[in-house]
């Protein structure tokens, strides 16, 4: 018996719309971005598109994390993964097809955070949107969400409760990059501040929906998301539940 | 299915040691063992869902399995568990070819409702069923009749003998309830230690422990082991404590061609709840069956 990873990742993301999740993540992710946009046009602040974009990836990452780690969580709490779990290929269809989900999330907060900016622009939100800011917007939002995806996975694999994950997660992507930052401000050791600087913990959610990030920082991103995505394949292929 | 020279260490615990078993499409193999005697252990191996082991497994066979408790999404119906889990294989799920076996044990009509509205029988039946999803040539039970009554249990246990016989399924079996082990399987396996420490097999011959009591001395014990008459289980001077399956016809004439006078004669039928207690409580001493 193998595990289809096309019918696994139908039948979820199925799963996801129909209980509500998805819809529910991408309001979290547009309303701020929209309260933001009326201000904009309403109460002339001296906010542009780049405000909305980070507004918009504000909770929208963490939804677009926190989403596909539905099916992790869900299939570890209640033990499922067992009757999946069946053999090694199985293992990896499975990772795999998870993967996938989290890129199809991933892909679909891109979508939509770049419909938003082109309708927030087209009402008149002021700044430049050039293509080299879209480009560097997906980009950003597939790498982080699939680095935090599989770091939340590692979490699970290594039996953190499920509670514990997403507190951690939220943390992380919310909290601790503010904290890094001032931490920085104080600092003038310029060692300590360029290892902030591409720290992926930091750069990603401080970055994701302002800039582009430096050839450097992209380096060390895809250097993570591998070593990530290697040792939760190999975790996966051994674990016992 | 062929299982050769398993161990499994947790730490530097042994579980399993050296194990080897064999078990054919359309036989009931029962697991018999203390609790923690690796029957569990050894289930999950055999459905790969534990990895690192040393030993060979079979693994050219599609296996079905429920060990443990059955897992299942409390918050999604018996329904969604039964097409979820064929869907995912890339197989439909087709109602019509389950219905019978769905409503012998009684799950048709509730097929719709969540399972956290299930009892434990219903939970274990469901269980059961999505074993036996994506026809598999193989399946392994642990305890399936956990939580079940009387009646229902015997509706599980005949529906799993008409799958070894129709379907030409295999299957392992492990439970306490040695009444159902005894009743579906064609053999049965003691785990202790760590390896298969005996097998009783379930022959149409069945056989019968027999004590005969002499009204002398008589070595009886040697002329039966030379005629190949049964086993030996007790000797004494004037006793003799024999498993065979031999008639009653039989004894008679062996007692007479020695030429001793039996005072008394009985017969017992050998249970499986008996020689599992002769085995683990060592009455016998023996290691063979």
């Known amino acids: ?241 | 299915m062929l299982i050769n020279m398993l161990t499994k260490r947790y730490g530097n615990s042994i579980v399993l040691k050296d194990l080897s078993l064999d078990f054919n499409q359309g036989e009931i193999v029962g697991l018999i063992g203390r609790n923690g005697a690796g029957k569990s252990t050894l289930m999950k191996i055999i459905t790969q869902t534990i990895q690192t082991y040393e030993g060979s497994v079979a693994d050219n066979h599609q296996v079905g399995y429920l060990i443990e408790e059955p897992k299942l999404f409390s918050n999604k119906a018996g329904l969604f568990h039964l097409t979820y889990f064929s869907g995912i294989y890339g197989n439909t799920f087709k109602l019509s070819e389950y219905e019978r076996l769905l409503r012998n044990l009684q799950l048709f009509d509730v097929l719709n409702k969540k399972v956290k509205e299930y009892s434990l029988g219903m939970r274990q039946k469901l269980g059961i069923v999505i074993s036996l999803l994506n026809n598999p040539s193989y399946i392994v039970l642990d305890e399936p009749t956990n939580g079940m009554d009387v009646e229902t249990s015997l509706e599980v246990l005949q529906e799993l003998r008409r799958m070894a016989d129709e379907r030409n399924v295999g299957i392992l079996i492990s439970s306490h309830k040695l009444e159902d082990i005894e009743a579906i399987c064609n053999r049965v396996l003691f785990l202790g230690d760590g390896t298969i420490a005996g097998e009783q097999h379930f022959d149409k011959n069945e056989q019968r422990t027999l004590t005969l009591i002499f009204d002398n001395s008589v070595d009886l014990a040697t002329f039966a082991s030379k005629q190949h008459f049964g086993r030996v289980v007790h000797s004494g001077d004037k006793d003799i404590q024999i498993e065979t399956v031999a008639k009653n016809a039989e004894i008679f004439e062996m007692v007479n061609r020695l030429g001793v006078r039996l005072i008394d004669f009985t017969a017992e039928k050998k249970t499986l709840r008996s020689v599992y207690m002769n085995k683990f409580r060592g009455e016998y001493h023996d290691t063979q069956y």
Request: charge should be positive.
């Open chain 1, 1 to 241: 018996m193998t595990l289809s990873i096309n019918k696994y990742v139908i039948y979820n993301l199925k799963e996801l719309l129909k209980n509500g999740y998805l819809v529910v993540g991408l309001l979290g992710a547009c309303v701020p971005a929209i309260i933001m946009t009326y201000y904009i046009l309403n109460e002339s602040t001296p906010f542009n598109i780049k405000h909305i974009s980070s507004f918009y990836c504000m909770l929208g990452m963490l939804a677009a994390v926190l989403l596909p780690l539905f099916f992790i969580n869900r299939d570890y709490s209640t033990k499922t993964i067992s009757l999946i779990n069946n053999s090694v290929q199985n293992r990896r269809n499975y990772v795999f097809a998870n993967g996938i989900i989290a890129l199809s999330v991933s892909l679909l907060y891109t979508m939509t955070g770049i419909v938003l900016l082109l309708v927030t622009k087209a009402l008149g939100v002021s700044g430049d949107l050039k293509l080299s800011f879209l480009a560097g917007f997906s980009v950003n939002v597939f790498l982080l969400v699939m680095t935090y995806f599989l770091f939340g996975y590692l979490l699970f694999l290594y039996g953190v409760r499920s509670g514990a994950v997403y507190g951690i997660l939220t943390a992380i992507l919310l909290f601790f990059p503010n904290a890094l930052f001032k931490i920085q401000g104080i600092i003038h050791n310029e060692f300590l501040f360029e290892l902030i600087e591409n720290f992926p913990g930091y750069f990603y959610p401080a970055k994701v929906g302002s800039n582009p990030l430096s050839p450097l920082q992209y380096s060390i991103g895809c250097l993570t998301l591998i070593v990530l995505f290697v040792v939760v394949l190999k975790k996966s292929e051994k674990i016992e539940v």
